[in-house]
């Protein structure tokens, strides 16, 4: 999964708030707002209500303070109405993903309209969350996710682990069963995409505590949507999509490549959400004509 520059990891909204609020220790509050955290009070309350005692809360606040992203110091993430586990040194599922998430969502569906169980991979999966999301909104799928982060893959592990699915390790597709090769219904692909010199620009939080891999997509933010751009129509089944998050100054670029692959493009975008995903289908083969 990726960021962009000026998006802060953070995956809280106010309905993680799902109970009374604790009572909230005002030194907690204090210490938090004078860190920057501008939902204090609400972050505040998310502590007190996960830590078990005293001495574990104090801990908490520390490394909150330090600048750990609130997600990493929680534990989880909440994404897609799922709480995710997310562990230190994993990327953070970021709210915008739902965007991408809702998409294939609709995809998912309409594949599984056909008749068969929909088969879903999760590449660049990070901790899973859109791979978990996705079957727990389909029901029935075949899922499979990867990424070349060792630590990413464990915790992707745990996520994806309800709904049935593997977790592979590796870069992009190397990992995958090669029985998956023209059978994907659903691709999701969240990489990197900030471009090198931009990295510097983003929140502290991001850059000092999540992996480089999951932020830089190089030059221009687009050296792993091409690389999985150009692999993409081998494992895609006929009519299958792949989606993939980008950025807006980025999208004419992304569609291109996809163009250049053999899938036909389009654009997805959300005010709400402030995201842009760019989906390519592979075409319908035609009778008579040999799939790849």
Do not use: K
């Not at 592979?168 to 990992?175: K, N, R, Y």
């Not at 895609?236 to 999509?241: I, K, N």
Request: proline letters at 8%.
């Amino acid at each position: 999964m990726s960021s962009s520059p000026s998006s802060s990891p953070s995956s809280f909204r106010s309905s993680s708030l799902s109970s009374p609020l604790p009572a909230l220790p005002s030194a907690v509050v204090t210490r938090l707002r004078a860190a920057g955290c501008v939902f204090a009070e609400d972050e505040a309350a998310l502590l007190v209500a996960a830590a078990r005692t005293p001495e574990c809360l104090a801990a908490m606040v520390e490394r909150r303070v330090a600048g750990h992203p609130l997600e990493h110091v929680l534990g989880w993430a909440e994404f897609g109405g799922l709480r995710v586990r997310v562990d230190p040194g994993v990327f953070v599922p970021r709210r915008r993903t739902e965007f991408l998430l809702g998409r294939a969502v609709a995809l998912g569906r309409a594949a599984a309209r056909r008749g068969r169980r929909p088969v879903v991979v999760d590449l660049c999966c990070g901790s899973g969350a859109v791979g978990a999301a996705l079957a727990a909104a389909l029901g029935t799928v075949e899922l499979h996710a990867c990424d070349i982060e060792p630590a990413a893959v464990r915790c992707a592990r745990h996520n994806v682990a309800a709904a049935g699915g593997r977790v592979h390790e590796g870069d992009l597709f190397d990992p995958l069963p090669v029985g998956l090769r023209g059978r994907i219904d659903v691709l999701t692909a969240n990489v990197p995409y900030v471009p090198t010199e931009e990295v510097g620009l983003l929140p502290p939080e991001a850059r000092e505590y999540e992996p480089l891999v999951a932020l830089d997509g190089g030059a221009d933010g687009l050296d792993v949507l091409r690389r999985v751009a150009a692999e993409a129509p081998r494992w895609l089944a006929p009519g299958g999509h792949l989606l993939v998050e980008t950025g807006e100054r980025q999208a004419e670029r992304a569609v291109a490549a996809f163009r250049r692959s053999g899938l036909l493009p389009r654009v997805a975008a959300s005010d709400e959400f402030c995201a842009t995903v760019v989906i390519g289908t592979r075409p319908p083969a035609a009778a008579g004509v040999e799939t790849l």
